[in-house]
């Protein structure tokens, strides 16, 4: 396994080292690498299905917001896959004996989109209950609060106090402990990753000057570039009475 300042120290002596102007930062270099590998490990769960990428937790815990919903806060960032397929399981202990086997094997909660849950309650097959609970996802802000949330269904009415949950997990720059853990990637995957870096910081550097904004006013250039315009149409029609007089 290769580790991040491995990685990213190597990434930045070989950019900084093909551009005698190139000036990039280690923690640059390091978000890059963060959103190549979520990148490539969505293309290996896609490739091989497995749960290689998969994170289980315990005893998350359950809460209740201002309009009495219950919701549980995800524990990390989670791969945003189609038809909530991020979100493996989530499950609780419906007997409190747990006769019945371990956690994971209880009740689950189905995964519903939130526009979904209204046609849920008109049918009492699909009604949420305690037998039947579902769940949906809230990625963005709720009254200017940043939320990445599962709101939990059919559990109104019981002392719900955790769940378990297991999720395709993401890489979240902001939660990286230590440079010296391993990137979470197949080792064949490595040099892919250093690959694509590669490909990006030498885009950045090549560039067009013309598509980068730099911040120079070009108002004065538009404007030599207009006269000269002008000066060269009145030289045109000046030639071509003279031509006419002849």
């Known amino acids: 396994m290769a580790t991040y300042r491995y990685v990213v120290y190597d990434l930045e002596k070989s950019l900084n080292s093909s551009f005698d102007d190139a000036d990039f930062t280690f923690n640059q270099i390091l978000y890059w690498v963060t959103v190549v590998a979520n990148r490539l490990r969505v293309q290996q769960n ?3 299905n497995s749960d290689l ?7 998350i815990q359950v809460h209740i917001d201002e309009m009495g919903r219950k919701y549980i806060d ?12 991020g979100i493996v399981y989530i499950t609780y202990n419906y007997e409190t004996c747990k006769c019945e086997g371990p956690m994971f094997a209880q009740r689950f909660f189905q ?10 309650y008109l049918d009492d097959y699909t009604k949420p209950s305690v037998k039947n609970p579902y769940f949906y996802r809230v990625g963005h ?7 990445n949330r599962i709101y939990l269904l059919g559990v109104e009415c019981i002392d719900l106090i955790d769940i378990e949950i297991a999720v395709k997990a993401s ?15 197949p080792d064949e995957r490595i040099q892919e990753l250093i690959n694509e870096v590669l490909k990006l910081g030498k885009y950045i550097m090549l560039m067009p000057s013309e598509i980068v904004n730099d911040g ?8 030599q570039y207009s006269a000269r315009g002008a000066t060269l149409s009145d030289i045109s029609q000046q030639q071509a009475i003279d031509q006419q007089a002849v």
């Open 216 to 223: 120079e006013d070009m108002s004065k250039v538009s404007n």
């Open 111 to 120: 995964g519903i989109h939130l526009g979904e849950v209204q046609h849920l």
């Open 46 to 48: 896609d490739l091989t």
């Open 74 to 85: 995800l524990p990390v960032q989670v791969m945003n896959l189609p038809n909530n397929a």
């Open 141 to 147: 802000k709720i009254n200017d609060i940043n939320v």
């Open 53 to 59: 990428f998969t994170s289980t937790f315990t005893s």
């Open 171 to 185: 890489i979240d720059p902001t939660n990286i402990c230590s440079l010296d853990d391993d990137i979470p990637l």
